[in-house]
Nanobody, 121 residues
């Protein structure tokens, strides 16, 4: 059974930074391409970033380019999302996800339970 557990969320002032982590258990993280999604209150879940199994290739949503960085440490079975220059519009529950195939869209095989990020001005 594959499990994803996010951590690192919290309350931060606009302009600040947070780093989210997602630990994979039950199977080696390098087995999966991985991604981050977020869902704000009253809105649909949206794509934030994704990364290949090796970590060599990444894709970021236009709304976070230049501010967020996705990375992974397969030796630690951990996915990261470094978030800088946060704005109140980044407030959401952030989810990590894993899938066998590379591509766009929300069709991931496994999801974490989410971690809340709240940015205040």
């Amino acid at each position: 059974q594959v499990q994803l557990v996010e951590s690192g969320g919290g309350l931060v002032q606009a302009g600040g930074s947070l780093r989210l982590s997602c630990v994979v258990s039950g199977r080696t993280a390098s087995t999966y391409h991985m991604g981050w999604f977020r869902q704000a209150p009253g809105k649909e879940r949206e794509f934030v970033a994704r990364i290949t199994k090796s970590g060599f290739s990444t894709v970021l949503a236009d709304s976070v380019k230049g501010r967020f960085t996705i990375s992974r440490d397969n030796a630690k079975n951990t996915l990261y999302l470094q978030m800088n220059s946060l704005t109140p519009e980044d407030t959401a529950v952030y989810y990590c996800a894993a899938r066998d195939t590379w591509g766009p869209g929300p069709a991931y095989d496994y999801w974490g339970q989410g971690t809340q990020v709240t940015v205040f001005s």
